[in-house]
């Protein structure tokens, strides 16, 4: 049986999260959109060195999957600003959560989503929230199953295409610790 692990990242992780950042975003999303809008994108807005900064600007913080002690997937969490129709509530963003394709399946994204949302609740936070492209059947299905809802959409360009993402919630208030 294959084992599962999951830590906090720290700064000496940023190439290994840039390039499986990368790696994740173009096996996911390469096959529904343009070379053009791909390439475009990844070199203007995922470039590997802005996704190493990231690693180490206030208020990232990213998570590492290992499945038998090899790169399978991450999540990054942000405090950033709520979108406006979350008003002040004490939020958090799940900013990305990947899995390697060849790990889909395996329990991955679910522990992923587990460590989280444990993280959000640790941190007394209300809500957590994330945006998924409205053309990602299979994300917004494993996103409602852990009881996440749409609650506004958005705007999200890729390369040159304006494509639409739900933004999805789960309240935490009444999780019990």
């Not at 990231?54 to 600003?81: C, H, T, W």
């Not at 852990?146 to 040159?160: R, T």
Request: charged fraction near 25%.
């Amino acid at each position: 049986m294959a084992s599962l692990f999951i830590r906090t990242a720290d700064e000496d992780d940023a190439a290994l999260i840039a390039d499986l950042s990368r790696r994740t975003f173009y096996e996911t999303f390469a096959a529904q959109n343009t070379k053009a809008d791909m390439e475009k994108f990844m070199e203007e807005q995922f470039s590997r060195e802005q996704l190493m900064e990231q690693v180490s600007e206030p208020g990232n913080i990213f998570l590492l999957a290992f499945m038998d002690d090899l790169p399978a997937g991450y999540a990054r969490l942000k405090e950033s600003d709520n979108p406006a129709s979350l008003g002040t509530l004490n939020a958090m963003e799940i900013s990305r959560i990947y899995v390697v394709n060849t790990a889909i399946g395996t329990g991955i994204g679910k522990a992923l989503m587990n460590e989280c949302i444990q993280f959000a609740i640790d941190r007394m936070k209300e809500v957590i929230w994330l945006g998924v492209w409205e053309q990602n059947l299979r994300a917004i299905s494993f996103y409602k199953k852990f009881g996440f809802s749409k609650f506004a959409k958005h705007v999200f360009m890729l390369g040159d295409d304006p494509q639409t993402d739900w933004l999805m919630k789960k309240e935490l208030n009444n999780v019990e610790n």
